[in-house]
């Protein structure tokens, strides 16, 4: 086999049987070789792949040694990169929401009062309707901001099933559509208990879910269906974080996809595909999720669009 890249960026055991048995059943651990950032970065083009080659000591009875290769796709890299960006992003945008917020909040403040002491001053009764217009686009644009900023509370610390978290938003669901949504579930009943804030998980999958449906609803989407699932990984890396168990909850539907010229900025606050969309839905479900070291991603095309929610599991 030829080997087109440096030797060194590969695994490359040479030895008999039991020392090459003894470095896969973890009793031996030699060094591997160090690769630099750019060495990973291009090692995360490879596709998923473990090769080894051996000659089998049946082939002859003299072999003694054999050389092992084995090359392990590092495109996990990429993913925990872009997982790092994400999170960046998601801090980067939340800290500038907060600044505007502050910015438009004091001034709102005192627009909102200044109506109310216009309206008790003048003694025509006639412009009572303009002050109110102005009282009323005050508190709106003040509830708008909060909604951007989100909850200040910390996350409440209790045992959390996922599936009850699942079903509460299905019931939701299913009422708004009226028996026009089919929903399929697919669920790992071995998912334990973890602590979590459960009314911030049913609020981040909700939102998820009703963009999904109003999407389906606007695309008039035949015979729309969500289908949510629940699974388990172990060992799982979210951002720089190497957790041992995380939930992995996919909410999948058959709608139009999302368009392209949304896919980067998807979770930014005011970006919606829909006309009478806020954009804040995912926005919000994202800041959620990070409040519990977890993490949101998406794969989307045409006729299918799939959301994965990933939360790391600190049992009860």
């Known amino acids: 086999m030829v080997v ?11 030895g008999n049987l039991k020392q090459i048995k003894k470095h896969y059943t973890g009793h031996s651990k030699p060094a591997l070789p160090s690769l ?3 060495q990973r970065l291009f090692y995360t083009t490879l596709a998923r ?23 392990q796709g590092r495109d996990r890299l990429l993913k925990i990169s872009r997982e790092e960006q994400i999170i960046s992003k998601q801090e980067t ?12 909040k004091n001034p709102l403040g005192g627009i909102r009062g200044a109506a109310q002491l216009l309206s008790r001053t003048v003694p025509d009764n006639s412009l009572d309707e303009y002050t109110n217009i102005i009282i009323e686009e005050a508190d709106r644009l003040r509830d708008l901001v909060d909604r951007l900023l989100g909850s200040n509370q910390l996350p409440k610390q209790e045992a959390t099933n996922i599936h009850e978290v699942l079903e509460r938003v299905c019931q939701l669901v299913a009422v708004e559509q009226v028996g026009s949504l089919h929903i399929v579930r697919d669920y790992d009943p071995s998912i334990p208990e973890f602590i979590s804030d459960k009314s911030q998980l049913i609020q981040a999958t909700l939102n998820i879910c009703r963009n999904a449906v109003q999407a389906m609803v606007e695309s008039e989407t035949v015979k729309p269906t969500l289908k949510l699932k629940t ?24 709608g139009p996809g999302i368009p ?7 979770f930014y606050p005011m970006v919606s595909g829909r006309a009478a969309g806020t954009g804040l839905g995912l926005s919000i479900a ?13 794969d989307s095309e045409a006729g299918r669009t799939a959301f994965s929610i990933y939360l790391p599991l600190k049992l009860a």
Do not use: M, W
């Not at 087109?4 to 040479?14: D, G, M, Q, V």
């Not at 080894?52 to 084995?70: D, G, W």
């Not at 800290?95 to 438009?104: D, P, Q, S």
């Open 93 to 104: 945008t939340r800290e500038l929401v907060r600044g505007l917020a502050h910015e438009i």
């Open 49 to 71: 792949l473990l090769l080894i080659i051996a000659l089998a000591p049946s082939c002859t009875q003299k072999v003694t040694h054999l050389l092992l290769i084995e090359i």
């Open 260 to 266: 392209a010229q949304l896919k980067d900025n998807l």
């Open 231 to 254: 699974r388990t990984k172990s060992q799982f890396t979210i951002g720089n974080q190497r957790h041992r168990l995380v939930a992995h909850i996919t909410i999948e539907d058959n």
């Open 36 to 38: 630099n950032v750019k």
């Open 286 to 298: 994202q800041s959620l999720i990070n409040q519990h070291n977890g993490i949101i991603e998406y």
């Open 4 to 14: 087109k890249e440096p030797a060194s960026h590969f695994t490359i055991l040479r």
